[in-house]
């Protein structure tokens, strides 16, 4: 079960791949799909800081804010 940890409300556009940087805000990337390269070109969306805590996946959800979820132990 994933836990809300700032809502932003970002609008996702189709072609993108939304994650959560290493500074804690939300940046996306061009997917490659059916054979096209992507490019490396990142971009920040939303500036936030979220503060990542070890043993956390921190993912952009669909309602485009920062959630994370518990990560399975080893």
Do not use: P, W
């Amino acid at each position: 079960m994933a836990e809300k940890v700032a809502k932003v409300g970002v609008k996702k556009e189709k072609e993108y791949l939304y994650f959560v940087d290493k500074d804690g805000d939300i940046s996306r990337a061009i997917m490659a799909r059916g054979g096209k390269k992507s490019g490396k070109t990142k971009e920040k969306v939303a500036k936030v800081g979220v503060k990542k805590d070890k043993g956390y996946l921190y993912f952009v959800d669909k309602n485009g804010d920062i959630s994370r979820a518990k990560m399975a132990g080893r």
